[in-house]
């Protein structure tokens, strides 16, 4: 099975989710969006292929908003287009934080700024535990979505929707994929960015065991939403 990866910035890659996936017997085909030299100037031209020959789609986070087109350029009108047909011709998109809003906006919904930054691990209430436990979960966001008609919002904060299911579809405002190094990047760019995280790596590190475990368990609960749990475990 073939799964493709928007990864819209390499600092932002399928970590944790991408090695379930790859343990699931998924091939994992990468699309780069914007390259890293061009991380301060995002406007870059992109193309993106038809929806055929997937069977799954996960759309990354990325360190911009969404609703910025002047900012980030014509290629997200190009990817909501592009997330729009593969969701209404039936193919899973499993959407992680821009990638959630991304999916979000592409369906009929919206992004807004969040009311405060949100950066750290989180729980939160979740009307369906099996599919999105309640956490923690590592949070690194200042944007937040509306859902889109038809949606399901299975959880939320005092910030806002955590999660929604649609159809196959499943969107998450936190980051299942994170790893050490990953957070490592992350906090180092958001304090060139002036935000402040003092002390999280150090605290994440007893954390990220019992993390990646509730990832797989999100991955392998995706899977059977999306009626894609025939691939067992180990014939990555």
Do not use: K
């Not at 937040?144 to 955590?162: F, H």
């Amino acid at each position: 099975m073939r799964a493709l990866v928007i990864e819209h910035d390499p600092m932002c890659p399928a970590g944790t989710v991408g090695d379930r996936l790859v343990q699931r017997g998924f091939e994992l085909v990468p699309l780069t969006v914007v390259p890293a030299e061009r991380r301060d100037r995002p406007g870059v031209e992109r193309t993106f292929p038809g929806t055929a020959g997937w069977d799954l789609i996960a759309a990354l986070g990325a360190p911009w908003s969404v609703d910025d087109e002047a900012a980030i350029g014509p290629w997200i009108g190009a990817e909501l287009a592009f997330l729009r047909a593969a969701h209404e011709a039936g193919t899973p998109v499993l959407g992680i934080c821009f990638g959630g809003q991304a999916l979000a906006t592409a369906l009929g919904g919206g992004v807004e700024r969040a009311p405060r930054v949100e950066i750290g691990w989180t729980g939160f209430e979740t009307a369906e535990p099996e599919l999105v436990a309640p956490g923690p979960w590592f949070e690194f966001h200042t944007d937040r979505w509306s859902p889109p008609p038809g949606a399901v919002e299975i959880a939320r904060n005092d910030v806002g929707p955590q999660a929604f299911r649609i159809g196959r579809s499943l969107a998450v405002q936190f980051h299942p994929e994170v790893t050490l190094p990953v957070m490592e990047a992350w906090l180092a760019y958001g304090a060139e960015q002036g935000i402040e995280a003092d002390g999280l790596l150090d605290r994440s590190r007893g954390l990220m065991a019992d993390a990646e475990r509730r990832a797989h368990t999100l991955v392998d609960a995706f899977l059977r939403h999306a009626a894609l749990d025939r691939a067992p475990l180990g014939t990555g």
